[in-house]
């Protein structure tokens, strides 16, 4: 436990910093982000972070980087968190509604851009998504279109509820129905729910 001690000791000493960094000060933004990750990695390498708008109170999210071997870490950290006045901690990337736009290397998409259709193996749900441009060498499109299921389902249930996720350029030739990406939370709950309601019948 005492690298999470560590960690919140380092927190609550740039506690001030964090909660009023300006993010049109880029240079003094990325030394501040740099110190907060070297301090996460010490916990866990695969350790990231998000945060909330600022306001009367700053969300702090502990995300798992997607690698789902650090979920045990993120769970351990956020329940070591002192009493924090002006924060809430989340454990893992949670939904967002609407789902934002994800900016990443250069890159640019936007939720209602992208298109996706949910695969029902009668055992677990998997997904295609397709991505404006992506193509099996697209690093940085990978990477969104992971960021994007984060932001529709939330980090956990993508790592412990999705089992194929396959992207794939819109021009692909598939079977399924494709529907926007703001319709996949209620979808991806309804088939869920049915799955796991189907497992329980049968266990």
Avoid: C
């Amino acid at each position: 436990m005492r690298a999470e001690e560590n960690f919140w000791d380092w927190f609550v000493m740039h506690e001030a910093e964090l909660f009023e960094f300006d993010p049109s000060l880029e240079v003094e933004r990325e030394r501040l982000f740099d110190q907060l990750a070297a301090a996460l990695q010490k916990v866990d390498p695969d350790l990231a972070f998000e945060f909330g708008p600022n306001g009367a109170r700053r969300e702090f999210v502990i995300s798992a980087g997607g690698v789902k071997r650090a979920f045990p870490a993120v769970v351990t950290l956020a329940k070591a968190a002192p009493p924090l006045d002006r924060w809430s901690v989340t454990a893992f990337r949670p939904r967002r509604s609407p789902i934002n736009p994800v900016d990443f290397q250069g890159e640019h998409i936007r939720p209602d851009d992208v298109q996706f259709t949910l695969l029902d193996n009668e055992k677990t749900a998997g997904i295609y998504l397709f991505i404006p441009g992506f193509r099996d060498d697209s690093v940085s499109l990978k990477s969104i279109g992971y960021l994007l299921l984060d932001e529709a389902l939330g980090e956990y249930d993508v790592e412990t509820r999705l089992g194929l996720i396959k992207m794939l350029p819109p021009e692909a030739h598939t079977k399924g129905n494709r529907y926007p990406l703001p319709n996949l939370p209620r979808l991806f709950d309804r088939l869920v729910a049915r799955l796991e309601g189907r497992s329980g019948q049968s266990s």
